[in-house]
């Protein structure tokens, strides 16, 4: 860990949402990510609410990336506000060896600006993740083809990832982060908000004044 | 998203997602249950919804139109032997009345556009194209506007209001120089069209409630860990009106020193009071059952004290017994300085998240939600008189073990009827800046007001600022409520009148401006009801006046502890960081399941 920099280290939490179909392999990215683990053998998203990578962007950049994944409710796509909240970035995921789950990205894209923006009014970063390429059975090329997609879809990008193999999730969760930081650098952060009070078990045992985040 | 079949077979189904719908739902969820959430609205929360602007112009224009009928599928297809169809209603139209909106601000927005008084990093290209998105979204709603004023004189006012706002020179110019448009506040109005542009900034309430920083749903809050999906905000101060006057009512030990309107005996003998009354003595005993009002008095506090104490601290009326004013007056002083200097506070986005954070819950632990989706008929077993199964609004039969029903839901030939409903009479404004301005524009206020004039009700008032995320910067949103006499507008606007600036109010130039402003009654959920219902069919409750979430928490611990007695009620869920996932071997085949462990 580089905590050498104490003095110029700034540290960023953000929150990053992974949305597509079921079965499209979300968990898995996450899982890959955080945990740099895959496995096969899973059900549904039970008990998990997101999970929690640190990252040592460079020497005074700490980001903490909170990757929320979607619960029992996706199936039938009435996600709460409380998932959409804040968040500023987001990964939509589809699987490369079904076609439908490539149909629904627009939804979940359509979804996502619908529900969250940027506090400028914008749509929050999103980047395209086609899932399960080591199971890809054509090797035809369709980046130019993805690459318009994203373009009038309002992606910022896409990625061919595989949980399974390791590929490009760590890449992919490199570029959104570029582009949320960018982001960041270049608004102002609503400071007006003051301050806000988290409710918590430490709090409770404390009984401090406030416990803001 | 896909329009996939439902799982036919769950331990509960919950219809409505208001908070106590809300909280049943996490609860079982929590404790392994297998939940079915369904709401038939398009939107989470029921009567505890917060909505946009635009949003809710969409809710009051379907409150407006005539309730489509649905056509009564005859279900009994699906019956099995020995079983009975009991229908549930398919209209919730009774639990909201007497709408009525006035728009005391400016309709055209084109020389607003200009000078936008907020984000001044918002580059004019995306805003231009943002309004036109969401002026396409609800356009359905902005034609039906003019309908919603009912009473045509109203609306001759309210034209009225827009001329005479034009002739305001500032108001007619879009002079917008630098200074102007930026850091200084301009005198300028906020058009109606801003309100429509700016309306995702906007998060309004249907209920208006505080969170005693000590009460059962901070509590709960705090016990199940569902406080991760919510930020709060402190109520900084607590303001009464007084002969005519909005003043600020010192409540805290810090406030009674600071506070300048009390004389300095005032101040010793409510130190006294406040201190002695934490304690039940002999003295307070031999009042119970009189009024609050005369233990006051004859404490010879003097008129000041007795208003402070009666209506802002113990927020009852004149006639509470003794007993109950000291009770609230306790829970009043408990409260305060966990979080702050009142003893309340206010979620950041609305009271609207408050459900939603308890339905994520259930969602994580594996609850279905399905919005614009109901139940249309139950399935009943004659001979044990309980609910087997539920039919869905798609026809699917779906067993249950319990049923769970918001009382809106249950048809009026199952209400067992005594009196007829009861309702809360609430006001919404949106006004240009705060009823009592201070040093800092973001204060949360909580407003007592006393009956303006012997008949009305007392009124509670809650003024938020724009950060918390209910209202677009340079508003003030504003919730009214009280028990209803007459219809919203009756009991409501003479206090509107009074203490905002509207056409119909006069010498009220220091007043914040009403620039939009919505009337409405909801059925007050604080009368529970007896049902002919099978005993496995549990009916929930919607918002009452109370300024507390007392009675939704506990009628859905009632109802938890009913059906399954043995388990805890919203244990803590574990933290997200300290789970960990476990490296399961993909040679395990068969039943997969994510086993999930906790770090200690």
């Known amino acids: ?213 | 998203m896909a329009a996939e079949e439902l799982p036919s077979e769950f331990d509960v189904v919950i219809l409505g997602t208001g908070l106590a719908e809300s909280v049943v739902a996490a609860a079982f969820s929590r404790v392994g249950q297998r939940v079915l959430h369904l709401d038939r609205r398009s939107y989470y929360a029921a009567n505890w919804a917060s909505f946009t602007f635009n949003s809710l112009l969409t809710w009051i224009q379907q409150h407006h139109e005539e309730p489509q009928p649905e056509e009564l599928h005859d279900w009994s297809s699906l019956l099995e032997e020995g079983e009975e169809l009991i229908y549930l209603s398919n209209t919730d139209s009774t639990s909201v009345r007497n709408l009525q909106v006035f728009c005391f601000t400016s309709e055209e927005g084109e020389e607003a556009e200009a000078q936008s008084p907020d984000a001044p990093n918002t580059t004019e290209e995306v805003s231009a194209g943002d309004a036109v998105k969401e002026t396409s979204e609800t356009e359905s709603a902005d034609s039906k506007y003019e309908e919603t004023n009912q009473k045509p004189e109203e609306e001759e006012e309210e034209e009225q209001a827009s001329q005479t706002e034009g002739e305001e020179p500032e108001a007619d110019q879009p002079t917008p120089t630098a200074a102007q448009s930026q850091s200084e506040p301009t005198k300028k109005k906020i058009s109606y069209a801003q309100l429509v542009k700016e309306g995702r900034r906007f998060n309004i309430d249907l209920v208006s409630k505080l969170l005693y920083s000590r009460g059962s749903l901070v509590d709960l809050l705090i016990k199940s860990n569902v406080s991760r999906y919510a930020e709060f905000k402190n109520v900084t101060r607590i303001l009464t009106y007084r002969h005519g006057q909005v003043e600020q009512v010192p409540c805290s030990r810090a406030d009674v020193f600071a506070s300048r309107q009390l004389s300095v005996v005032e101040k010793r003998k409510l130190m006294r009071y406040l201190t002695s009354c934490v304690e039940e003595t002999e003295e307070q005993r031999a009042y119970n059952g009189r009024p609050y009002l005369e233990f006051l008095c004859d404490q010879q506090l003097g008129n000041n004290l007795q208003h402070f104490l009666l209506h802002s601290i113990a927020m009852v009326t004149e006639d509470t017994p003794t007993e109950e004013g000291l009770a609230s007056t306790r829970h009043f002083l408990r409260c305060l300085g966990r979080y702050g200097n009142t003893p309340f506070l206010f979620p950041v986005y609305g009271l609207g998240e408050i459900p939603q954070c308890f339905c994520r819950m259930c969602a994580v632990f594996g609850g279905i939600y399905c919005l614009r989706h109901s139940v249309t008929c139950l399935l009943v077993e004659k001979e044990t008189n309980r609910c087997k199964a539920v039919i869905d609004s798609r026809g699917q039969r779906i067993s249950c073990s319990h049923f769970v029903v918001e009382d809106g839901f249950v048809g009026a030939d199952r209400k067992r009827l005594a009196t007829p409903t009861r309702f809360l009479s609430r006001a919404v404004l949106i006004t240009d800046g705060s009823i009592l301005p201070s040093n800092s524009d973001q204060q949360v206020s909580m407003i007592t007001v006393p009956p303006v004039a012997a008949g009305c009700p007392t009124v509670k008032m809650v003024e938020l600022c724009p950060s918390t995320m209910t209202c677009m910067p340079g508003t003030h949103l504003v919730h009214l409520t009280c028990q209803s006499v007459g219809s919203a507008f009756e009991d409501l606007s003479p206090v509107v009148t009074r203490m905002f600036r509207t056409p119909q109010s006069h010498d009220q130039e220091k007043n914040p401006s009403v620039l939009w402003c919505l009337y409405f009654n909801m059925a007050d959920g604080s009368e529970v009801k007896g049902h002919d219902l099978p005993s496995n069919v549990f009916v929930t409750f919607g918002p009452d006046g109370a300024l507390s979430h007392e009675h939704a928490v506990s009628q859905a611990e009632l109802i938890f502890k009913k059906i399954l007695p043995e388990e805890d009620f919203c244990p803590p869920a574990p933290n997200p960081e300290d789970i960990i996932y476990d490296g399961e071997n993909t040679s395990t085949g068969g039943e997969e399941e994510q086993s999930l462990q906790t770090e200690e």
């Not at chain 1, 999970?51 to 903490?64: E, G, H, M, Y």
């Not at chain 1, 589809?94 to 940027?118: M, N, Q, Y």
């Open chain 1, 1 to 213: 860990m580089a905590g050498g920099s104490v003095f110029e280290c700034k540290e960023y939490l953000f929150k990053v949402l992974v949305i597509g179909e079921l079965g499209v392999g979300k968990t898995s990215i996450i899982k890959r990510y955080v945990h740099q683990l895959f496995s096969q053998h899973y059900r549904a998203t039970i008990g998990v609410d997101f999970a929690l990578k640190v990252i040592n962007w460079d020497s005074k950049t700490l980001v903490r990336l909170q990757l929320w994944d979607i619960a029992g409710q996706e199936r039938f796509g009435n996600m709460t506000r409380v998932y959409y909240k804040e968040a500023v970035g987001a990964f939509v995921v589809f699987d490369v060896t079904r076609g439908s789950t490539f149909e629904a990205v627009s939804k979940w894209k359509h979804d996502l600006d619908s529900k969250v923006k940027l506090a400028n009014g914008n749509p929050i970063p999103s980047v395209l993740l086609a899932n399960k390429c080591d199971q890809k059975k054509d090797s035809s090329n369709n980046t130019a083809l993805m690459d318009n997609f994203c373009k009038e879809t309002g992606f910022l990008g896409w990625f061919e990832t595989s949980a399974k193999d390791n590929i490009n999730v760590d890449e992919a969760a490199r570029f959104l982060v570029e582009s949320i930081l960018a982001n960041d650098k270049g608004l102002p952060y609503e400071e007006s908000n003051g301050e806000r009070i988290k409710l918590d078990q430490e709090t409770v045992a404390a009984e401090s004044k406030s416990g803001c985040c």
